[in-house]
């Protein structure tokens, strides 16, 4: 029987008081009750919007339905036939701004909870394992290619070659797998056991993982085309290259890249008393920007007990960050200081950090992003004591493969230059994801990494 509620099943969650002080998960999961209850919502529409919304094509409709059987298993079928990375995008993609924003429940309350759902399957299947046994490795088809990156856009394209029988390596630089995924995503909002869990199931269709191998520097995509026999290369390497305000004090010991910060924490552990590399916990901090990296950077910062505040240029209605991370923050006791622009970092005669000169600003007409112009406000300046300044401000491909790739056009930002399949400038070279763009969502990164793999396939399979 359907359901017909206005409203989605509210996500069980850790108290706002407890977790602030903790990097386990905050979202804990709907019961196998709440998820059918949830799949009952949705109408099963003769013409799903919502699958046009996903960057994956996800069969949503499809899946909701098993769901809603209590088929769990033939669910997590549906899904991961056109999606490798489901527990994580459960988790992390803006479903608000793709999917649920076409649900057709939405127009007249709040859309069915597709990312809910989604996670819920992917949970239930890394608990319960397939009930049929696992599925069938394919067989071998002879084709060599080399992914470059692990991130979300790589381990993507990794997962679509392999279950075509692709012999697919995939080469990290980092000691780990998972790219931004574990170096960006604080633990409270995605566990890193949930991206091993990922990877490990594209390694059982076969794909090979080599971590610590800097593509640009340890070799070169000349070498593993030209020396290794690969035949076709898909770059991934996300956009790790931080960028900093050009105001006075960016030099000043405690002032940190989001990147940094971000990667320290989530990657290094540095929170943890015996840490290798400690991070000094500061008293009270900033945070300048307003996107989901702000917010992480931000509620990270409260979790090692500092005094909080978020430094946004425009008003809380322009915050880019997803609104549910703007909520969980404000449920966290983050300070909000929005209509501000840092116009100096101030020290003390150590060089440390002392505080924060912004300026107070209104808004004015919308510029080129839609949005309504952020102008400063003469002779409103004012002082706010932090010890530490995180500057969450965006990032831009890091320019190693371009300068060590001949021959690879790359755009006034810094990003690979590639056409509607993923092709670069290069014969055989692919590239997707924050690479291309900057930095944009693991969702968008992993329709790069899929549409890549489909334009690889039809050209290695006419070999």
């Keep these: 029987m359907a359901n017909m509620?206005?409203?989605?099943?509210?996500?069980?969650?850790?108290?706002?008081?407890?977790?602030?002080?903790?990097?386990?998960?905050?979202?804990?999961?709907?019961?196998?009750?709440?998820?059918?209850?949830?799949?009952?919502?949705?109408?099963?529409?003769?013409?799903?919007?919502?699958?046009?919304?996903?960057?994956?094509?996800?069969?949503?409709?499809?899946?909701?339905?098993?769901?809603a059987e209590g088929k769990f298993d033939e669910a997590f079928g549906v899904i991961t036939s056109t999606n490798s990375l489901?527990?994580?995008?459960?988790?992390?993609?803006?479903?608000?701004?793709?999917?649920?924003?076409?649900?057709?429940?939405?127009?007249?309350?709040?859309?069915?909870?597709?990312?809910?759902?989604?996670?819920?399957?992917?949970?239930?299947?890394?608990?319960?394992?397939?009930q049929g046994g696992a599925p069938a490795v394919p067989e071998g088809n002879g084709h060599k290619v080399a992914v470059v990156g692990s991130g979300p856009a790589g381990l993507t394209c990794a997962g679509d070659l392999a279950r075509k029988g692709y012999d697919v390596t995939v080469f990290e630089a980092l000691h780990q797998v998972g790219g931004v995924l574990v170096y960006g995503i604080p633990e409270f909002r995605l566990p890193k056991a949930?991206?091993?869990?990922?990877?490990?199931?594209?390694?059982?269709?076969?794909?090979?993982?080599?971590?610590?191998?800097?593509?640009g520097r340890t070799i070169t995509v000349d070498e593993l085309m030209d020396e290794m026999g690969f035949e076709a290369v898909f770059i991934g390497s996300g956009a790790g290259l931080p960028m900093f305000m050009n105001i006075p004090g960016v030099n000043y010991k405690g002032v940190l890249s989001a990147n940094e910060f971000l990667t320290r924490i989530n990657l290094m552990k540095a929170y943890l008393p015996d840490s290798d590399t400690p991070l000094i916990h500061p008293k009270k901090v900033a945070v300048v920007g307003g996107g989901n990296?702000?917010?992480?950077?931000?509620?990270?910062?409260?979790?090692?007990?500092?005094?909080?505040?978020?430094?946004?240029?425009?008003?809380?209605?322009?915050?880019?960050?997803?609104?549910?991370?703007?909520?969980?923050?404000?449920?966290?006791?983050?300070?909000?200081?929005?209509?501000?622009?840092?116009?100096?970092?101030?020290?003390?005669?150590?060089?440390?950090?002392?505080?924060?000169?912004?300026?107070?600003?209104?808004?004015?007409?919308?510029?080129?992003?839609?949005?309504?112009?952020?102008?400063?406000?003469?002779?409103?300046e004012f002082d706010v004591d932090v010890d530490c300044v995180i500057m969450a401000l965006g990032t831009s491909p890091n320019p190693l493969i371009k300068s060590t790739t001949k021959g690879?056009?790359?755009?006034?930002?810094?990003?690979?230059?590639?056409?509607?399949?993923?092709?670069?400038?290069?014969?055989?070279?692919?590239?997707?994801?924050?690479?291309?763009?900057?930095?944009?969502?693991?969702?968008?990164?992993?329709g790069a990494g899929k549409t890549a793999a489909k334009a690889i396939d039809e050209a290695l399979s006419k070999k």
Excluded: W
């Excluded at 949830?38 to 409709?61: M, Q, S």
């Excluded at 501000?340 to 505080?355: H, I, R, S, T, Y």
């Excluded at 006034?412 to 291309?436: F, M, P």
């Design 293 to 380: 990296v702000a917010m992480d950077a931000a509620r990270c910062a409260k979790r090692l007990g500092a005094e909080v505040y978020v430094v946004y240029r425009r008003g809380m209605e322009e915050l880019p960050a997803r609104r549910e991370e703007v909520e969980h923050a404000e449920e966290e006791g983050i300070i909000f200081k929005t209509l501000c622009n840092p116009v100096e970092v101030l020290a003390d005669e150590n060089d440390d950090v002392k505080g924060i000169r912004c300026i107070r600003m209104e808004l004015g007409e919308p510029d080129a992003s839609g949005r309504r112009r952020p102008i400063e406000v003469p002779g409103s």
């Design 5 to 67: 509620s206005l409203k989605k099943n509210p996500m069980p969650s850790q108290e706002p008081d407890v977790r602030n002080k903790n990097f386990d998960e905050v979202a804990l999961g709907y019961t196998e009750e709440m998820a059918i209850d949830e799949a009952k919502r949705c109408l099963n529409c003769k013409n799903p919007k919502c699958v046009n919304g996903c960057p994956v094509n996800v069969h949503i409709p499809e899946f909701i339905a098993k769901v």
């Design 408 to 446: 690879l056009e790359i755009n006034k930002k810094g990003g690979i230059v590639v056409n509607e399949d993923g092709l670069t400038s290069r014969e055989n070279v692919y590239a997707g994801g924050d690479a291309v763009t900057g930095a944009a969502t693991v969702i968008l990164a992993m």
């Design 86 to 130: 489901p527990a994580i995008c459960g988790r992390v993609c803006p479903q608000e701004n793709q999917c649920e924003g076409q649900c057709i429940r939405g127009i007249k309350g709040e859309p069915v909870g597709i990312g809910r759902l989604e996670r819920f399957v992917a949970d239930y299947h890394n608990a319960h394992g397939h």
């Design 194 to 215: 949930i991206v091993a869990k990922e990877v490990a199931r594209l390694e059982h269709f076969g794909v090979k993982i080599m971590t610590d191998t800097v593509v």
